[in-house]
């Protein structure tokens, strides 16, 4: 039978790649797909927070949803880590969805910044809590 902390690791690694996507994306100056890999990178993140309350959702919407439910409403995590998810997700639907808007490059490079802090705060917080 599978370990269930194969399931937090799977998670970060999917994080992870999405990561070095975007990045490698950043350089070739496509920064709405930079966007949308580094959100993807957070939604696998909060997954892996939801997963250690016992949750799995495949909306976008009730990932945030549960994410500040469980985290930070409680206080386990700061608001800034909602904002911060607020601000990717916000951006992510304007660089997939907004035909008339499109993303500048200092836009991206914060997205995918506050995406790696985001990801990074999630393993430590995993860790803490002996998940990886």
Request: proline share 2%; aromatic share 16%.
């Given at each position: 039978?599978?370990d269930?902390k194969d ?7 999917h ?8 990045d490698?994306?950043l350089?070739t100056e ?10 993807y ?7 892996a ?5 016992g949750k799995s ?7 945030l949803a549960?994410?500040?439910q469980?985290?930070i409403k409680?206080?386990e ?13 916000s951006s992510?639907q304007?660089?997939d969805?907004e035909?008339?808007?499109h ?7 914060e997205?995918?910044m506050?995406?790696r802090?985001?990801?990074e ?12």
């Amino acid at each position: 039978m599978p370990d269930p902390k194969d399931n937090y690791k799977l998670y970060m690694e999917h994080a992870d790649e999405m990561l070095k996507v975007a990045d490698e994306i950043l350089r070739t100056e496509h920064y709405s797909s930079a966007c949308n890999r580094a959100y993807y990178a957070i939604f696998y993140a909060a997954s892996a927070l939801l997963y250690s309350k016992g949750k799995s959702f495949g909306k976008h919407s009730a990932v945030l949803a549960f994410f500040r439910q469980y985290f930070i409403k409680t206080g386990e995590l700061d608001q800034k880590w909602s904002d911060d998810y607020e601000f990717i997700m916000s951006s992510r639907q304007t660089a997939d969805y907004e035909l008339y808007d499109h993303l500048e490059k200092d836009q991206a490079v914060e997205v995918v910044m506050k995406a790696r802090a985001f990801v990074e705060e999630v393993e430590k917080w995993l860790r803490k809590h002996e998940l990886l």
